[in-house]
């Protein structure tokens, strides 16, 4: 089992940057692929970034990349997702996930791990 715990999330306006982080516990971080989801009321929860367990492998949605940023720090069990020039299209809860394998299906209905999500707001 592993537990994903985010934080981070808050109204910010249009333009602005906000960091997520999502800490882990469990069976050991550095063995698992990590990924951000997002899902906006009244839609399905969408792929956002995926990093492999040394960093050395990363994938972007087409909608973010260039402006955000995934991370990892397995020193402190935790994933990041740097978000710069928000957009208001962007406000929707964020979900941490975590894979077995960074070559794992990474749609919503294969993730293996979820956290309980946390709100990102971008006001115009």
């Known amino acids: 089992q592993v537990q994903l715990v985010e934080s981070g999330g808050r109204l910010v306006q249009a333009g602005g940057s906000l960091r997520l982080s999502c800490a882990a516990s469990?069976?050991?971080?550095?063995?698992?692929?990590m990924g951000w989801f997002r899902q906006a009321p009244g839609k399905e929860r969408e792929f956002v970034s995926a990093?492999?367990?040394?960093?050395?492998?990363?994938r972007y949605a087409d909608s973010v990349r260039g402006r955000f940023t995934i991370s990892r720090d397995n020193t402190k069990n935790t994933v990041y997702l740097q978000m710069n020039s928000l957009k208001p299209e962007d406000t929707a809860v964020y979900y941490c996930?975590?894979?077995?394998?960074?070559?794992?299906?990474?749609?919503?209905?294969?993730?293996?791990?979820w956290g309980q999500g946390t709100q990102v707001t971008v006001s115009s």
């Open positions: 996930a975590a894979q077995p394998t960074y070559g794992s299906g990474w749609t919503a209905n294969e993730i293996r791990y």
């Open positions: 990093i492999n367990w040394s960093g050395g492998s990363i």
């Open positions: 469990g069976r050991t971080f550095s063995g698992y692929a």
